[in-house]
């Protein structure tokens, strides 16, 4: 037996008390029930039903007066009491919680679709039979009866896929809908760089980014063993000029023996580095300098945070929901 609250009891007596009285008449009572049956309606959540001489009237007593002021709405159950009724919230979702379930309805989604198509196409399943033997004469062998039970309907399985791809409609027809007005600014620094972007179009520049960051980090740099200067007529980098010899192989003989009556003198050719002028180097590079690639990087990290930001802002906004797939499923399948 369902167990009434105390306090529910307490001011459904008072309630009744009052209306011997002359009280408002919005009030309730409390319903005697027999032992076994819960003492109130499904959704009730007090245990406290209204009485059956009970109008239901537009009165200034009526305790909604108080919820409408707070901007709620009283929640919708079969049957319920204006005075004893719970408040159900009425905050919207976010964009960014539709984000975040959008992925496991549609797993969950294309998991059920499959397990239907795959069992529908076994069939064993849509398949039943019931027979029974009956033998010609009463001394007869008698056989008990067989069956087989249709496991598989296929309209309660089009019920269900019309369930599954109602709710995966919805969630992607909401989260497109709200997309539209989902909307921030880029800011880095305190300063606008982008003003009222849509969320898909954030989404694509996170994307972007990523890719750029990887570009930046692989830019060439200059050699940091040399001192480079700008060079502005060619745009390019330049090191200081540096001077270096160049020389050239002189063939010299060295007399290791002189030459005898009986023997030839003994002469040994090695070659000798002679000077023979001076080369001037000067290096030139089209790559950066690390100073510039860093700045770079960090430029590109600021916006790359800046945009998750607008994102994450965007998504904030509240849902607009739309229901398409009651409409589209139920003229499929209606």
């Known amino acids: 037996m369902t167990r009434v609250s105390f306090r529910a009891t307490f001011r459904a007596r008072r309630c009744a008390d009052v209306m011997h009285e002359g009280s408002p008449p919005w009030t309730h009572t409390l319903r005697r029930t027999r032992p076994g049956r819960p003492a109130h309606r ?54 960014n919680q539709i984000i975040a379930v959008e992925k496991g309805v549609k797993n969950r989604s294309q998991q059920e679709l499959t397990q239907a198509h795959h069992d529908l196409q076994k069939p064993q399943l849509l398949s039943g039979i019931s027979r029974t033997y009956q033998p010609r004469d009463e ?6 009866p067989e069956s087989t039970r249709v496991q598989v309907r296929t309209q309660d399985v089009l019920k269900k896929t019309q369930e599954i791809l109602t709710r995966l409609f919805d969630v992607t027809a909401t989260k497109d809908l709200t997309n539209c007005h989902a909307k921030a600014d880029v800011r880095v620094d305190g300063r606008v760089l982008l003003k009222g972007v849509p969320a898909t179009y954030l989404l694509f520049l996170e994307k972007q980014l990523v890719d750029l960051h990887t570009f930046v980090k692989k830019l060439p740099t200059l050699d940091p063993s040399e001192s ?19 020389t050239k ?6 007399v290791k023996s002189e030459a005898t009556e009986k023997h030839p003198a003994q002469v040994e050719v090695y070659y000798e ?23 770079l990087l960090e430029r590109v990290e600021k916006l790359q945070q800046a945009v998750k930001f607008a994102r994450e802002e965007a998504n904030a906004v509240e849902v607009e929901e739309m229901k398409a797939g009651e409409a589209l499923l139920g003229y499929l399948f209606g």
């Open 42 to 95: 499904a959704g009730c959540g007090w245990g406290v039903l209204p009485a059956p001489s009970c109008p239901r009237l537009n009165s200034p007593y009526r305790p909604e007066s108080h919820i409408a002021r707070q901007g709620k709405t009283p929640c919708c159950v079969e049957g319920d009491n204006p005075l004893f009724r719970k408040i159900g919230s009425t905050v919207m979702p976010k964009l």
């Open 249 to 254: 192989k002189v063939p010299r003989n060295h």
């Open 139 to 144: 001394e007869g062998e008698r056989f008990p």
């Open 273 to 295: 580095d002679i000077v023979v002028g001076y080369w001037k180097t000067v290096k030139f590079s089209g790559a950066l300098p690390a100073t510039r690639m860093n700045d």
């Open 228 to 246: 480079w200067v700008p060079d502005p007529a060619q745009g390019l980098w330049a090191t200081e000029p540096v001077q270096t010899a160049k």
